[in-house]
């Protein structure tokens, strides 16, 4: 699957809050988002930008499809 390459950082975010992530911090223009997972807390760092360059898009979502255990296909499609 071809990974999209005008997703921007709201666009992300408001999927990542729909699959029950919430916002901690902002620093600059990083978005910090956390998810508890049976006492344990995945935490993912979303760079405020747009759109949000392909390589860092997707490491993200690598990230949080391995935790969340569902398809990278999925989740893109999603977007």
Do not use: W
């Amino acid at each position: 699957m071809k990974v999209p390459r005008d997703v921007d950082a709201g666009g992300l975010i408001t999927l990542l809050e729909r699959n029950g992530y919430t916002v901690i911090r902002q620093t600059g223009s990083h978005i910090r988002l956390s998810k508890m997972f049976d006492d344990v807390e995945h935490a993912i760092t979303v760079p405020n930008h747009r759109p949000i360059k392909i390589g860092t898009l997707h490491g993200i979502v690598k990230d949080i499809c391995f935790v969340n255990k569902i398809d990278v296909k999925d989740f893109y499609s999603q977007l």
